[in-house]
């Protein structure tokens, strides 16, 4: 048998140093080292920030998670603005985590991860956010509200379950009712295995 196969490799490593310390094989460095693309990080190209979010976002949306999402002006900046040491790893698994966790349809300052104060104006997508998040009608509505009652409890009641495996449960629960019970869409917008995340659904029960 024979096979015809082109081999892609990428990296964050400097590899000739690795291999003048003789942390890379030398003749695997040569067997890959055919055609190299310099990629810059995504801090040196801060024009593709915008729409390589755009694209992560409308991807969860394909995956029923995320769906009407947009950024506000302020949460644009904001991602445009961060270094992203992590590059476009980082830049999706954020845009993932803020689909998963929003309260509104409008992803704000907040709901970013990036380790940044929010920036909250009076009225305009905060508001709609706000007003969103009390009708909760995306099954992620009022979660922030649910997660202080739980703190709130962790500080009264020591019995019963813990707020952090309560927690758990209200968001499987709410990634489940957005991506409208597809285990597959909710296990990806989960960042875990389909099998993995029936095995929370029975531990949870969130079973039918």
């Not at 445009?80 to 992803?107: F, K, M, Y």
């Not at 995306?138 to 707020?163: H, K, N, R, W």
Request: charged fraction near 25%; glycine fraction near 8%.
């Amino acid at each position: 048998l024979t096979a015809d196969a082109r081999i892609l490799a990428a990296t964050n490593k400097h590899l000739e140093t690795e291999v003048e310390a003789g942390r890379f094989r030398e003749d695997l460095f040569y067997r890959l080292n055919v055609v190299r693309i310099h990629i810059p990080p995504l801090r040196q190209r801060r024009e593709d920030i915008r729409l390589l979010a755009e694209h992560f976002l409308a991807r969860q949306a394909e995956f029923g998670v995320g769906r009407r999402m947009q950024f506000s002006p302020e949460a644009r900046e904001l991602l445009e603005e961060h270094d992203w040491p992590g590059n476009v790893r980082e830049l999706e698994n954020t845009i993932q985590r803020a689909c998963v966790l929003a309260t509104g349809s409008v992803l704000l300052p907040r709901d970013l991860p990036l380790g940044h104060a929010p920036r909250v104006n009076a009225g305009g997508a905060d508001a709609a956010s706000a007003e969103e998040n009390r009708a909760g009608p995306s099954g992620l509505g009022g979660l922030a509200a649910a997660a202080e009652a739980f703190l709130a409890a962790a500080d009264t009641d020591d019995t019963g379950p813990s707020p952090l495996a309560i927690a758990e449960r209200e968001i499987v629960r709410a990634v489940l009712a957005r991506s409208g019970g597809d285990e597959a869409a909710a296990a990806k917008a989960l960042g875990i295995t389909r099998p993995a995340l029936k095995k929370k659904i029975a531990a949870l029960g969130l079973g039918a």
